[in-house]
């Protein structure tokens, strides 16, 4: 699935529109986020995670979007089923991001 970049314009309609979808929070001034964007670009090709949409929120420049995921931190990662949050964490760890994304496919 490619990554979509979002904003708070259009948050709430993607969560709508879509069952299953994981957001990687992000600022441009974040080390660890640019150093963390390749492993979510990739996990975002891996067959595994089919049926579940990939999305790149802008931290500083939408404030709805993350609101709605309580981000704390950056990088932030959150999963959303059916248009609620299920669980969003800081992190940058690869290993994490797929266990959260093993909890979308059930």
């Given amino acids: 699935m490619p990554l979509n970049v979002i904003s ?3 948050f709430n309609q993607n969560l ?3 069952p299953k979808i994981i957001v990687k929070y992000y600022a441009d001034w974040c080390g660890s986020c640019k150093l963390f964007a390749p492993k979510f670009k990739r996990l975002s090709g891996d067959e595994r995670f089919a049926g579940i949409e990939f999305f790149e929120v802008d931290a500083e ?3 709805e979007a993350r609101k709605a995921a309580g981000v704390d931190n950056l ?3 959150a999963i959303f ?3 609620k949050l299920v669980e969003g964490h800081a992190t940058s760890k690869e290993d994490f991001v797929v266990g959260l994304l093993d909890k979308l496919k059930d």
């Fill in 75 to 77: 990088p932030f990662v």
């Fill in 8 to 10: 708070d314009a259009d």
């Fill in 81 to 83: 089923k059916n248009g």
């Fill in 16 to 18: 709508s529109a879509h």
């Fill in 61 to 63: 420049n939408n404030p």
